[in-house]
């Protein structure tokens, strides 16, 4: 898959009016992203994707404290500023929803298990695991 590609796809799913606001919401979401993943699972997805997407995730510094998945759209909404919350989750799903499409199901497992509980309905996904 080519960056135009991945674009085309996020504008698709999120049903955006333009190239340029699906990147926005892509490049913003992969930022948040690239500090969540790490590791092995980051390695992976950074190979998997276009150059370009895993630019973005490899330059982030990983976070030192786990996020949870509200904190992360919070955080989507802050680069994406003036987003309300809801477009500010639409955003985060569509993206996480495509990315871990094009990943598949064992990257994506690997990385929802490296992410605290909440993740896996970003990335359009039933949580089917008990509470802890």
Known sequence: MTWQELVDRIRTAGRYDSDAEAERV???V???LGGHVVGDERCELV???PAEAGALLVTQVPVTEPV???GFVERVARALAPLTPAEARWATSTVLTVVG????????RRILAGLPRGYALL??????????
């Open 123 to 132: 990335f359009g996904l039933a949580d089917l695991a008990p509470a802890a």
């Open 68 to 70: 949870t998945a509200p």
């Open 47 to 49: 190979r998997v994707l």
């Open 30 to 32: 992969l930022t948040v």
């Open 101 to 108: 499409a094009y990943a598949g199901g064992d990257l994506t």
């Open 26 to 28: 892509l490049r913003a």
